[in-house]
């Protein structure tokens, strides 16, 4: 008997919880009865277990499991929210929807400068408040969320065949030098490197990107 735990990584959801919203399915319209206390069993369907498998499939190989973890684990969050058990993820995550306005705001404006005090305006909030909430919707503070955020979007630009500078320039990297630091830093390689990894797999590569552009 084989058994898997997913942990629901908080930011990861929180991503695919404002992209879905974007997309024009809003989180409102999830179901508005009381949270049900205790354990919750939904019934999986063939979206998930098609998603899943795709996930599971990358254990075999490093190099697509590098490169394509992201877009694949993306798509299976999409297939939970979008099943029977996405009223109750919705609720469990319910401090995104207040911070969906501005969530969709960072993600539109990768490329420009972002201010904390800005997007706390945004929000209605103080700064203090805006980033007690902003990290308990996230589990990240604003910055490294806006610093995460662009690393990922850039990586995905490279997948996608951009050139390394273009990929720092289109996420607001004026600086090649800094965006090579941070990438290294949050990927474990450099940009270069990790454009020969991505090369590897063209096929899957090309999917997960558009995957990724999507969001």
């Not at 404002?18 to 989180?27: F, G």
């Not at 179901?31 to 498998?53: I, Q, W």
């Amino acid at each position: 008997m084989l058994g898997l735990l997913l942990d629901l990584d908080t930011r990861a959801m929180a991503e695919a919880l404002v992209a879905y919203e974007a997309a024009a399915r809003p989180l409102g319209l999830a179901s508005t009865k009381a949270p049900t206390t205790g354990l919750v069993v939904a019934e999986v369907d063939e979206h998930f277990v098609e998603a899943l498998g795709r996930l599971l499939q990358l254990l075999d190989d490093p190099v697509a499991l590098r490169v394509l973890a992201q877009g694949r684990l993306r798509e299976l969050l999409f297939a939970i929210v979008e099943g029977q058990a996405g009223p109750v993820v919705r609720r469990t995550f319910g401090g995104v929807q207040d911070m969906t306005r501005v969530l969709t705001h960072v993600r539109e404006n990768l490329s420009e400068p972002l201010c904390v005090d800005d997007l706390a305006r945004r929000a209605g909030m103080s700064r203090a408040v805006f980033h007690r909430r902003f990290k308990a919707a996230t589990n990240f503070s604003p910055l490294q969320f806006i610093k995460a955020l662009r690393l990922s979007h850039a990586a995905m630009e490279i997948v996608g065949g951009k050139a390394v500078s273009q990929a720092a320039d289109a996420v607001g990297y004026a600086s090649a030098s800094q965006f090579s630091r941070e990438f290294r830093r949050h990927f474990g390689q450099s940009p270069r490197q990790w454009v020969k990894t991505a090369g590897a797999s063209p096929p899957d590569v090309k999917r997960t990107a558009s995957i990724g552009s999507t969001s």
